[in-house]
């Protein structure tokens, strides 16, 4: 039988906010830049058809880079996202804290294991995608 989910609660409800943010994110940017994937956005820079730092409709400051960008959102946290190999949107247990961090976040939990294991969790349950190198999938949604 398997335990409660929530072995850490602390670690477990920053992940549920940052990763509900890093949804929001994508989603400002899909909106500004005509496409869903981060591939396609930094593609779209590439071509000359979006501007490589901005704003998104919802005013929030945006900057592309290398193989992803950054959105700040209206709490201040700062949403990194990649494009991940094979298609979709990934981050890393850092990206996690930074944005936490950034958008000073009080109860989230101090430590960038405590976050990486609830990461490992959620892949082991089936909940996130884990990549080769220590980086996450972004669900859909």
Do not use: K, N
Not at 4 to 22: G, I, M, W
Not at 107 to 135: F, K, V, W
């Amino acid at each position: 039988m398997e335990t409660e989910h929530r072995d850490d609660p602390p670690a477990h409800e920053a992940v549920d906010r940052a990763l509900s943010a890093f949804r929001e994110g994508r989603r400002a940017m899909a909106r500004r830049g005509g496409v869903a994937s981060v591939e396609g956005i930094v593609g779209a820079v590439l071509r000359g058809a979006l501007p490589r730092a901005g704003r998104t409709g919802e005013g929030w400051e945006y900057q592309v880079h290398g193989i992803g960008y950054t959105v700040t959102l209206a709490d201040g946290g700062d949403v990194h996202l990649d494009a991940a190999p094979g298609g979709g949107a990934c981050f890393r247990a850092f990206d996690v804290r930074q944005y936490l961090e950034s958008a000073s976040d009080a109860a989230a939990p101090a430590g960038l294991g405590r976050l990486g294991a609830e990461l490992r969790r959620r892949a082991g349950r089936g909940e996130l995608t884990a990549l080769p190198g220590g980086g996450f999938l972004l669900p859909e949604g």
